[in-house]
Structures are given as C-alpha cells and as structure tokens.
C-alpha cells in the first residue's frame, strides 16, 4: 500500500516472532489513515537441520522484504527462562532475521514479550489469548484476524514497534 499522496505519511513495519519450527511475520502498514496488515509464517520442511532451517527463513524473510518493501523491522527478543536450549534456538531463528534486514539495509529493533504485552494489552504478564484479542480491537481487525498465534504475535511486535513511538513525529495512533 504505497502513498498515492505525496504529502502523506507511510510507515511500513514488519514484525517477527522467531523460531526454527515456524517464524510468523506481519506487516503493518500505516498510509495516511489507512490501516493494513499482512501476515503469515515461514516453516522449514520438519526434518531439515538447523542450517537448512536457518537458510530458509533467510531466504523466505528476505523475500518477504523485498515484496512488501518495509523500513523498518521489529523483532522479538528471546526469552530465557530454564531452557537454555530453546533459547539458542530462538537466538538462532532471530539471528537469521537480523540478516535478512541486515541485507536490505533495514534498522532491526528488539521487543522483549514483556514489553510488547505491556504496549498492546496494558499488562505485562498478559495472556497471549488478551494481547490477541486487544490487537484486534485496536487494530479493527474483525475477520482480518491472523490465523496462526505465531503471525499474532509477529503483528503485536510490529504494532508495539509503532506504539512505542518508533514512528516519524507528527503521526498518530490509528
């Protein structure tokens, strides 16, 4: 959704929630007062390794990139509990979106879930059903919604990202 008003504002942010199983992306697209969203995931075949894991979500982000054409790309931070394994894995996962940005020359911002729960749902410690439902209220996304909780979560990172007034000055909140 390009500008057709040369004197309006359009901000493009794409969203990732990384993972070697399955990465979600969404773009939010903000043209004047036109919102949009686009979503969807990048899955590895099941029985590919970690490099060819890697490889793919390089190749099918960067193409993602270079069709929706964002400026900006927000990532989520991984989170590290117990499992120091899953949190390796998702290191990796994010370190392949980084490059992908990286190669299209995109400034990349992390989120931690914290902090995207806190923006969108006003509460930290938000379920990932309450954020949902807080996005689509906010965003009016009605029938629109993102189908897998992993393109949810790709397009709550994206919106914090705008929230959290990553934006250019003058714009405002839809």
């Given at each position: 959704?390009?500008?057709?008003?040369?004197?309006?504002?359009?901000?493009?942010?794409?969203?990732?929630?990384?993972?070697?199983?399955?990465?979600?992306?969404?773009?939010?697209?903000?043209?004047?007062?036109?919102?949009?969203?686009?979503?969807?995931?990048?899955?590895?075949?099941?029985?590919?390794?970690?490099?060819?894991?890697?490889?793919?979500i390089?190749?099918e982000?960067?193409?993602?990139?270079?069709?929706?054409?964002?400026?900006?790309?927000?990532?989520?931070?991984?989170?590290?509990?117990?499992?120091v394994?899953?949190?390796?894995?998702?290191?990796?996962a994010?370190?392949?979106?980084?490059?992908?940005?990286?190669m299209?020359?995109?400034p990349?911002?992390?989120?931690?879930?914290?902090?995207?729960?806190?923006?969108?749902?006003?509460?930290?410690?938000?379920?990932?059903?309450a954020?949902?439902?807080?996005?689509a209220?906010?965003?009016?996304?009605?029938?629109?919604?993102p189908?897998?909780?992993?393109?949810?979560?790709a397009?709550?990172?994206?919106?914090?990202?705008?929230?959290?007034?990553?934006?250019?000055?003058?714009?405002?909140?839809?």
């Open positions: 959704m390009p500008s057709t008003d040369s004197g309006a504002t359009s901000i493009r942010i794409l969203g990732v929630d990384p993972g070697l199983h399955v990465t979600g992306w969404a773009l939010f697209v903000l043209d004047g007062d036109q919102v949009g969203t686009l979503t969807g995931v990048v899955k590895p075949h099941s029985k590919a390794t970690t490099p060819q894991r890697l490889r793919t390089l190749t982000l960067g193409a993602v990139i270079e069709k929706h054409s964002p400026t900006v790309v927000a990532v989520e931070h991984p989170f590290v509990k117990e499992n394994r899953s949190a390796l894995a998702l290191g990796q994010q370190s392949a979106a980084f490059i992908a940005a990286a299209h020359d995109l990349v911002h992390e989120y931690a879930p914290r902090e995207v729960k806190q923006a969108i749902a006003g509460d930290g410690h938000a379920t990932k059903e954020v949902a439902a807080a996005l209220m906010e965003l009016a996304l009605d029938g629109d919604a189908a897998l909780l992993d393109e949810t979560d397009l709550a990172i994206a919106y914090c990202h705008y929230l959290l007034d990553r934006h250019p000055a003058g714009v405002t909140a839809p």
